[in-house]
């Protein structure tokens, strides 16, 4: 599979109460969207951030730590990636759902395939 998402690393620095992990993504593309599916397990949606700005797509999240075993040190989730121009920034949603965050990244409408009507001359 194919796609014109390009995973890129981060820079951020980590802090010794917190690890930092990048989660696993799948990619998806169909002609209208890209669609991230980002593992965010034992993550509230209150705790997740994402954003697209400058032509990345940012998805940081924090672990709930209620009911985690004693000694335990909570996890901050950090993935960065590059966004294609053809993603329309205006066209971008979120879900999280059972411990999967879905990021739908809507193409433009100048980028999408469209059909052609032809007439009979």
Do not use: C
């Not at 930092?20 to 599916?37: G, I």
């Amino acid at each position: 599979m194919s796609t014109q998402l390009e995973k890129t690393q981060s820079n951020v620095p980590v802090n010794s109460q917190h690890r930092v992990v990048a989660p696993r993504v799948d990619v998806f593309e169909n002609d209208s969207e890209f669609l991230v599916a980002a593992d965010l397990p034992g993550v509230r949606a209150d705790a997740v951030q994402a954003r697209v700005d400058s032509g990345s797509l940012r998805v940081e999240a924090m672990q709930a730590m209620e009911g985690a075993p004693e000694g335990s040190e909570p996890v901050r989730f950090l993935r960065t990636f590059q966004v294609p121009s053809t993603v329309d920034p205006n066209g971008v949603a979120a879900e999280l759902k059972n411990g999967v965050l879905w990021v739908h990244l809507t193409k433009s409408d100048a980028n999408k395939p469209r059909r052609i009507a032809v007439s009979a001359g």
